[in-house]
Antibody, heavy 118, light 109 residues
Framework: QVQLQESGPGLVRPSETLSLTCAIS????????WSWIRQPPGKGLEWIAN???????SYNPSLKSRLTSSIDTSKNRFSLRLSSVTAADTAMYYC????????????WGQGTMVTVSS | EIVLTQSPGTLSLSPGDRATLSCRAS???????LAWYQQRPGQAPRLLIY???GRATGIPDRFSGSGSGTDFTLTISRLEPEDFAVYYC??????????FGQGTKVEIK
């Protein structure tokens, strides 16, 4: 069974850049899109970005100017950078697998909480 | 951008009751691209329904999905204690690629 594990800084200062990484169980990165989704405390879900295993990210237009996504198939992981963070970026950040067989997110990580505060 | 509106915001029911959750899209959505998720407190979302009516692996048959066009429904035939949670609908579109509804909380009455 594929497992995803997010890692992040926990606390980021306003105006700085948030960096997140999602580690994928060995051998399962190919032939899938991989996404980032966030959830502010007590609120709903927002899709942020995805990337195919060969590259070529897609971003939420509302965040696009601040996002950079990458993937490293040799290390079975993908990453996200969000620049110029504000308190509005405080959220639980999840990574998830997009399964084209179901056109849905069938595997999720447990999430990593990021707080933006000085 | 397609907006998904879920109703009601909160559903207060008892174990054994039937739950009916609605998801309405601001424009027509392909059934292929409509999914439902369950999120229990402190947990990541879990895929329940894909393609509007297909049950994901391991999902009990008390969960069912239906609908087409702009109106979709998630039905839980008989609520079990572990079903009290928040439910989200989701669609796959063009920009942004994925959007979610705001969620329906099913709480114990």
């Amino acid at each position: 069974q594929v497992q995803l594990q997010e890692s992040g800084p926990g606390l980021v200062r306003p105006s700085e850049t948030l960096s997140l990484t999602c580690a994928i169980s060995s051998g399962y990165i190919s032939n899938y899109y991989w996404s980032w989704i966030r959830q502010p405390p007590g609120k709903g879900l927002e899709w942020i970005a995805n990337i195919y295993y060969t590259g070529g990210p897609s971003y939420n237009p509302s965040l696009k100017s601040r996002l950079t996504s990458s993937i490293d198939t040799s290390k079975n992981r993908f990453s996200l950078r969000l620049s110029s963070v504000t308190a509005a970026d405080t959220a639980m950040y999840y990574c998830a697998r997009e399964n084209r067989a179901t056109d849905a997110f069938d595997i999720w990580g447990q999430g990593t909480m990021v707080t933006v505060s000085s | 951008e397609i907006v998904l509106t879920q109703s009601p915001g909160t559903l207060s029911l008892s174990p054994g009751d039937r739950a009916t959750l609605s998801c309405r899209a601001s424009q027509s959505v392909s059934s292929t691209y409509l999914a439902w998720y369950q999120q229990r407190p402190g947990q990541a979302p879990r895929l329940l329904i894909y393609g509007a009516s297909g049950r994901a692996t391991g999902i009990p048959d008390r969960f069912s999905g239906s609908g087409s066009g702009t109106d979709f429904t998630l039905t839980i035939s008989r609520l079990e204690p572990e079903d009290f949670a928040v439910y989200y609908c989701q669609q796959y579109g063009s920009s942004p690629r994925w959007t979610f509804g705001q969620g329906t909380k099913v709480e114990i009455k």
